[in-house]
């Protein structure tokens, strides 16, 4: 949901997952499951576009 709403907004962006399959999953316990990376100058948009996607009522975050 979150790469298509900014490749909607034409947002540029990275996503670093933090996976690991010799260590099975521990860094996705201990940083999360990616890392989101943006321009500085797109960061409230896109932090706009995350806080509407949290606060629909079937999303679990």
Do not use: C, W
């Not at 996976?19 to 521990?26: C, N, V, W």
């Not at 990376?37 to 679990?60: G, H, L, W």
Request: avoid cysteine; proline fraction near 2%.
């Amino acid at each position: 949901m979150l790469k298509a709403a900014l490749e909607r907004e034409s947002i540029e962006y990275v996503v670093k997952e933090h996976k690991d399959t010799a260590y099975d999953g521990l860094f996705i316990l201990q940083k999360g499951y990616a890392s989101l990376f943006v321009k500085e100058k797109d960061e409230q948009r896109v932090a706009a576009i995350i806080t509407s996607i949290k606060n629909m009522p079937y999303v679990v975050s």
